[in-house]
Nanobody
């Protein structure tokens, strides 16, 4: 069974930065696109950022453009979400997801595997 293990979530003050990571554990697989989603209290899950299987294409939600950067290290099979200028409205549980195949990591794509989620809390 493929598992995505996340780390990096923490509580920070507005304007701060942090880096989330997501790495596979267990059975490995080949090419895959990756994405980050988040779910805040009282809200549905929303797409945050995605990256293609090759790492040469990225996409972002409008609310995080210019502040969030998704990247991947294919040698380590790890995806990262670098977050800067955090806002209170960024407070949510963040989930990483993987889509097996040669996808672009788009918001509308189906994803096959999900991480356990990690809490990011931003205070003012």
């Amino acid at each position: 069974q493929v598992q995505l293990v996340q780390s990096g979530g923490r509580s920070v003050q507005a304007g701060g930065s942090l880096r989330l990571s997501c790495a596979p554990s267990g059975r490995t697989f080949g090419a895959y696109a990756m994405a980050w989603f988040r779910q805040a209290l009282g809200k549905e899950r929303e797409f945050v950022a995605g990256i293609s299987w090759s790492g040469d294409s990225t996409s972002y939600a409008d609310s995080v453009k210019g502040r969030f950067t998704i990247s991947r290290d294919n040698e380590k099979d790890t995806v990262y979400l670098q977050i800067s200028s955090l806002k209170p409205e960024d407070t949510a549980v963040y989930y990483c997801a993987a889509q097996v195949g040669y996808g672009r990591g788009l918001s509308s794509d189906p994803y096959d595997y999900w991480g356990q989620g990690t809490q990011v809390t931003v205070s003012s």
